[in-house]
């Protein structure tokens, strides 16, 4: 079983500062690519940003140049950190992972929970 942990949500004001951490554990091979989607209410999901495993980034351009992601390949972490927020950016924020169970098998995406960012004007 593999499990996907995030933290570092909650509230903050317009123009302010959130990071937040998602950890994968379980039967773990190696992991391809990591990043984040969110979901506002009453909105489709949307993509925010990517990490492949050789440390590639890539961001929707709504977030370019306020959020960054990065990776920790050792602990099998991924963050975003989060600056220059807006009340468009509050929506549930959800972490992914590509996870490979053994050598030679084809990747999974496993989702984490969810966790809640909230921007207020």
């Known amino acids: 079983q593999v499990q996907l942990v995030e933290s570092g949500g909650g509230l903050v004001q317009a123009g302010g500062s959130l990071k937040l951490s998602c950890a994968a554990s379980?039967?773990?091979?190696?992991?391809?690519?990591m990043g984040w989607y969110r979901q506002a209410p009453g909105k489709q999901r949307e993509w925010v940003a990517g990490?492949?495993?050789?440390?590639?980034?890539n961001y929707a351009d709504s977030v370019k140049g306020r959020f960054t992601i990065s990776r920790d390949n050792a602990k099998n972490t991924v963050n975003l950190q989060m600056n220059s927020l807006k009340p468009e950016d509050t929506a549930v924020y959800y972490c992914?992972?590509?996870?490979?169970?053994?050598?030679?098998?084809?990747?999974?995406?496993?989702w984490g929970q969810g966790t809640q960012v909230t921007v207020s004007s």
């Open positions: 992914y992972a590509d996870i490979y169970y053994s050598a030679g098998v084809t990747s999974r995406t496993h």
């Open positions: 379980g039967s773990i091979f190696r992991i391809g690519a």
């Open positions: 990490v492949t495993s050789g440390g590639t980034t």
